[in-house]
């Protein structure tokens, strides 16, 4: 019976990889047709996507500059929230908490037709501004849940001792806060980062068409059938949440972010 | 406590605080505009008036909620049209999430008894299978479903086809809408629909039953081996009923974020049995342009959407009272 566990497991990663090896595989097809396995392979596909096609290096370039810029701010808004709640652990703290995270827990496509609106209004429709800002809006929740685990694993021994000693808030701040917080930080703004990149449906109402993203893109394709060349940017996209996970994992603590039980290792 | 942990100490911000610090107002009004002002928006503009031929205009009206129950010419016509696609929505969501989470569930368990560092290992595999695009994972099974290449090819080269019409079973196939004359087909069907979007969120589940099933005292566990149970009876005596509200709560998670799903059904669902997700899209963005209907559908989604987080939220708190 003890080989059950295993072979489940292993049934489960076949499982869950089988879509994106077939994706991976179709990329390397020379044509224009997806065929799998491929026909005539080649890498002339990785070429279109990153160099030579300006229609899949604009939308890159779009989806970098806003995965990038939302993740950033996103940190910047939770920064202040996720200190405030833990500092105080006030009423109006836990509010802001949750309602900052309401976005993340509801259906994407409600928020979606909400920031439609919302920019309409304000007269950034279309812009990247209002894709950046959105998109921090919506994975605020992240960076807000993480730093909030870092916040709550710094000893307050060290914050006693500090105070002992005569260290400002400022500097116990610099000194202890800050540095054991910041793998957590570093880690709540590549969840948001990599999410980013991926998200389509916010992205679809808030960029009115004007400029594409990779997955909008890929999505704007979808009825034309597929070519290659989009399976070359599943490859892409895999890759870099894989390589970011891995970075968390090796230098964060990615158990304890997911909570699981520190008791047992 | 220490003072260092006291309010009025406003250290993530540049500028010393002034006495009574104005920050956290200033924080609390950004978070409200920025996470809630656009849900208000789809509120408020869902009783909106649409203008024949041009846009809409800002008015008190119920017309849009009342062509979604009974639809538009109500008197004279009924039209349960919206009420349909409310309950395709319900229906691929409620099967995909209790899937996702009862297959998760032998799988995170066995992963929670790995090493620290297999686990780690584990978890950047499913993180990175989470964040992957919807459009790529309906691509991948688009490829493996469709009819010219990927499985129904398969069935048709390894002879499965014909064993399946041999014994019968094409049949029943057909009936339930899984085959063609000639060979299975999976796309469009129910079947792909729920099994895409099951797929969609299994890394979800996963992780939203790590921390609870990683908390989980394996002593409990290993004293029921030693007075003689069984590893079913220990998976249902013992670990079940301590997972049970993270169960129930993971399942309506799950539930509520596949509600919105667009993707899959625009691709893997025959039109008539579209989602209210699919009706928004074509209203606020698509050919009918009628902004305020869209927003009454998004309001009726997320109302459905709180009327199952309320109930779970009861269950679980009448089960834990009982617990």
């Given at each position: 019976m003890k080989w059950i566990g295993p072979v489940f497991m292993g049934l489960a990663a076949l499982g869950l990889s089988l879509p994106?090896?077939?994706?991976?595989?179709?990329?390397?097809?020379?044509?224009r047709t997806m065929f799998f396995p491929p026909r005539d392979p080649s890498f002339g596909r990785f070429v279109e996507f990153f160099v030579s096609e300006s229609v899949w290096t604009n939308a890159l370039w779009h989806s970098v500059i806003v995965a990038f810029g939302s993740a950033a701010l996103a940190v910047l808004l939770a920064w202040p929230i996720a200190y405030w709640l833990w500092a105080s652990g006030s009423k109006l703290s836990k509010t802001v908490a949750a309602l900052g995270s309401m976005p993340f827990a509801l259906p994407?496509?409600?928020f979606g037709v909400g920031l439609g609106f919302f920019w309409a209004f304000l007269g950034g429709l279309g812009s990247l501004a209002a894709g950046i800002i959105s998109h921090a809006a919506l994975f605020l929740a992240l960076p807000l849940v993480t730093i909030s685990i870092g916040l709550q694993?710094?000893?307050?021994?060290?914050?006693?001792?500090?105070?002992?000693?005569?260290?400002t808030e400022r500097v116990t701040f610099r000194t202890i806060i800050l540095p054991q917080t910041l793998p957590y930080t570093a880690s709540g703004f590549f969840f948001a980062l990599v999410l980013s990149f991926n998200e389509f449906i916010v992205m679809f109402f808030v960029s009115a068409s004007?400029?594409?993203?990779?997955?909008?893109?890929?999505?704007?394709?979808?009825?034309?059938?597929?070519?290659?060349?989009?399976?070359?940017a599943a490859i892409t996209f895999i890759t870099v949440s894989l390589l970011v996970f891995s970075a968390v994992a090796r230098w964060g603590d990615l158990p304890r972010l997911m909570g699981a039980d520190q008791s047992r290792r | 406590m220490t003072a260092a942990l006291d309010i009025d100490a406003p250290a993530p911000l540049p500028e010393p605080a002034p006495k009574k610090p104005v920050?956290?107002?200033?924080?609390?009004?950004?978070?409200?505009?920025?996470c809630v002002v656009p849900f208000i928006l789809v509120l408020a503009i869902s009783f909106g008036h649409k203008i024949q031929g041009a846009g809409w205009e800002w008015a008190f009206t119920l017309e849009n909620y009342k062509r979604f129950f009974v639809g538009a010419l109500y008197p004279e016509e009924i039209t349960y049209l919206y009420l349909q696609q409310l309950y395709w929505s319900l229906r691929y969501a409620i099967i995909a999430s209790v899937l996702a989470v009862i297959s998760a569930l032998p799988f995170t368990y066995l992963m929670t008894r790995l090493s620290r560092a297999a686990q780690a290992r584990w978890l950047v595999f499913l993180l990175a299978s989470l964040s992957l695009s919807e459009v790529f994972i309906v691509m991948g099974w688009d490829i493996l479903l469709s009819n010219n290449s990927g499985l129904p090819k398969l069935f048709k080269v390894t002879g499965l086809t014909d064993w399946l019409k041999a014994v019968g079973w094409f049949d029943t196939l057909r009936e339930w809408g899984l085959a063609s004359p000639r060979n299975v087909k999976f796309k469009t069907s129910e079947l792909a629909t729920v099994l895409c979007m099951s797929y969609l969120v299994w890394p979800y589940a996963v992780i939203l039953l790590y921390p609870a099933l990683s908390r989980l005292d394996p002593s409990l566990s290993e004293a029921a081996r030693t007075m003689g149970a069984g590893p079913w009876t220990v998976a249902r005596t013992v670990v079940l009923p301590s997972v049970r509200m993270p169960l129930i709560g993971s399942t309506l998670l799950l539930f509520v974020f596949l509600l919105g799903a667009y993707v899959s059904v625009t691709v893997f669902a025959e039109p008539a049995k579209h989602t209210t997700a699919i009706a928004?899209?074509?209203?606020?963005?698509?050919?009918?342009?009628?902004?305020?209907?869209?927003a009454a559908q998004a309001v009726i989604l997320l109302l459905t959407a709180a009327l199952f987080l309320f109930f779970g939220q009861k269950l679980t708190s009448a089960a834990g009272a009982k617990a």
């Open positions: 994106i090896v077939v994706v991976s595989a179709a990329a390397l097809n020379g044509g994407p496509i409600v694993s710094i000893d307050r021994a060290h914050l006693d001792a500090a105070a002992t000693m005569g260290a004007n400029y594409s993203t990779v997955t909008l893109q890929i999505f704007n394709s979808l009825r034309n059938g597929y070519t290659p060349t989009m399976a070359v | 920050w956290p107002w200033l924080l609390t009004g950004v978070i409200v505009f920025l928004i899209y074509e209203a606020v963005r698509g050919a009918n342009l009628n902004a305020p209907f869209g």
